[in-house]
Structure formats: C-alpha cells, structure tokens
C-alpha cells in the first residue's frame, strides 16, 4: 500500500541531502526540483552536536527577503511523522511558516524565528497605536522604520498604513487593495484592541475570519504574517471612547485568542503586553502610550523579533 504523504516542504539545505532523509525519515523522500522567489540565503552557524552529527556541517542556510532574488531547492512530500521529525531536526534558529513558490504551489519552510530580521519591505497595517498618536516621533512604528531603513537604505523600505479607529476587520477588509504597490515581503498586523472593546456575540468568530483573511492576504503576496499582540491597558484612566469600553480582562482575552490562532496556524506572534504593564505612566489615557511608552515598545520589539 503506497503511503499518504500529505505535506509539502520546500527544502533548500541540508534536508535534501539523501543521507540526512534517511537518517531523519528512515529512508529518501518523493521530491522534485521547486524554487522560492523573492529570497536569498546567508550562512547560520549551528552549534547542535546532534543536527552538526546528522548533516555533517556546523554551517546551514536560512533564507533572507531580497526583491529579484530567486533561491532553487527541492519540495519534499512528508508525512505527519516525517514532518515531526524534521520539526524536531531543525534548531531554534528556526521555525515553519507557509511560502508561496514560484510554480504558484504552497509548501511548508523553515524561515528565521526572529520573523523581521529577514525582512526588507514591510508594511504595517492596524489601529491608532500602530499610527503612532500621541507621539510626534510616529509611535514604536515609526522608530523601527527609520532603525530598519537606516540598516539598508537601498533595499529597505518600511510603510505604516495603520489607521486610528480601526478595527481587525477594518484591517482585513482594507488591507487587499493596498499591498500590491508596495511589493511587501512582510505584513505586520497590529490591530485588535478596538474589537476586544466592542460588545458582540460573533467576537471570536469574527476574530477568527479576520486573521484567516489577513493570513490568506499575506500568502498570495508571499509575504510573511506577523502578528502583534495587544498592549496593556490601564482600565482606571480609560473612558468611553464612542461607545467603546476598554478593559484588561478584554484586552487579555483578545491576546489570548491572538496567540492560540497564531499557533495553531503556524504564523509569528509578538506579545506586546509586557513592556507597559502596571507602567501607568507610559500611557497618556489608560490606552495611547507616551513617547516614552512607544520607545519601551520599539525596544522589546527590536530584542523579539530582529
């Protein structure tokens, strides 16, 4: 009987490597000739005895964003144990994440697990805090555009389209139309905290389809998914902003349900709550952080994700 192999990995190092299939999977995988478009590799040093002892090399490849760059590999056909084992063989340096490949097919591959250090073109899409009010300097967004663009002022390009007020499913809805001019190799969402403040029954659900919708966004551009959790909430100072009502146990809960989706689905989640909490100082109104509040979220999100 021919076994099912129901999953698709794009290899592009050590994983094609007959020797290493086979000491992973028990024998050599089905696979065929596949590339990536819009990426490179560099150099990782691995420092694993056990990966170094399978492939033979302390040096693998992870894959880095780069407009025009194409990187020539091998898909893999896998099965649930085989997936698990190469889960299990490849370091933390990396994790699994959905890529589009240039024949139009997606396949799973293991990309950086710092999800913008690899990045060149990123567009942010979300709400006020996103936009960056109450700071002049353009909020925690605008300090990673101009750390990030500084980095490479050739290839690097950073666009805020966040906008006050929305919502994720403002964000999901609004987002398609607004990619395909900037070519963006990675879609940071950083919305939420209005939905958590709305009263409605099909919360979750709603929650649910906005992220799919995003996510499904995000692959037809192969750019990758990045998701950034709620901020912490000073109930005491917040107020009824036009009906909507701000509270850490909302706010809680949304980051909750951000995080389990996100793992669930295998797409980048970036906590933001810890920078702000019980600091009731670094927020203008129990909500908005102060310049000072967008710098301490500028810095823990450089130390997580780049």
Same mark, same amino acid.
């Given at each position: 009987m021919t076994e099912h192999r129901p999953h698709v990995l794009f290899s592009f190092g050590t994983l094609m490597d007959e020797r290493?299939?086979?000491a992973l999977f028990?024998?050599?995988?089905?696979? @065929?000739p596949a590339a990536l478009v819009g990426y490179t590799t560099r150099p990782l040093p691995i420092t694993d005895e056990a990966v170094i002892a399978t492939s033979g090399l302390d040096v693998h490849l992870s894959l880095e964003r780069k407009y025009g760059a194409e990187v020539k590999g091998a898909?893999?056909?896998?099965?649930?144990?085989?997936?698990a084992a190469a889960d299990a063989?490849?370091?933390?340096?990396?994790?699994? #994440?959905?890529?589009?490949?240039?024949?139009?097919?997606?396949?799973?591959? @293991?990309?950086?697990?710092?999800?913008?250090?690899?990045a060149a073109r990123i567009v942010i899409v979300g709400d006020s805090i996103a936009y960056g009010r109450c700071d002049p300097q !353009? !909020?925690?967004? !605008?300090?990673?555009?101009?750390?990030?663009?500084?980095?490479?002022?050739?290839e690097h390009r950073l666009f805020n389209l966040a906008i006050p007020g929305s919502t994720l499913t403002d964000v999901s809805e609004q987002t398609p139309a607004l990619l395909a001019p900037r070519l963006p190799d990675t879609l940071l969402v950083a919305a939420g905290i209005n939905d958590s403040a709305l009263e409605r029954h099909d919360g979750p659900v709603q929650l649910e389809a906005s992220l799919a919708s995003l996510a499904a966004t995000a692959l037809r551009h192969?750019? #990758?998914?990045?998701?950034?959790?709620?901020?912490?909430?000073?109930?005491?100072?917040t107020h009824d902003y036009e009906g909507l009502c701000f509270t850490q146990a909302r706010a809680l809960s949304l980051r909750e349900s951000l995080q389990a989706w996100c793992d669930e689905h295998h797409i980048d989640y970036l906590d933001?709550?810890?920078?702000?909490?019980?600091?009731?100082?670094?927020?203008?109104? !129990?909500?908005?952080p102060t310049p000072e509040g967008h710098q301490a979220l @500028?810095?823990?999100?450089?130390a997580i994700a780049r």
């Open positions: 290493v299939q086979t028990g024998q050599a995988v089905p696979s @065929y898909v893999l056909h896998l099965t649930d144990d085989d997936l063989y490849e370091v933390d340096d990396y994790v699994r #994440r959905r890529v589009l490949l240039s024949s139009g097919q997606t396949a799973w591959a @293991y990309l950086d697990a710092k999800p913008l250090r690899p !353009g !909020g925690w967004a !605008g300090r990673l555009a101009a750390a990030h663009i500084a980095a490479n002022e050739v192969n750019a #990758r998914l990045v998701v950034a959790g709620p901020t912490w909430v000073d109930e005491a100072r933001m709550w810890e920078p702000l909490r019980d600091n009731a100082e670094l927020l203008v109104d !129990g909500l908005h @500028y810095r823990h999100l450089d």
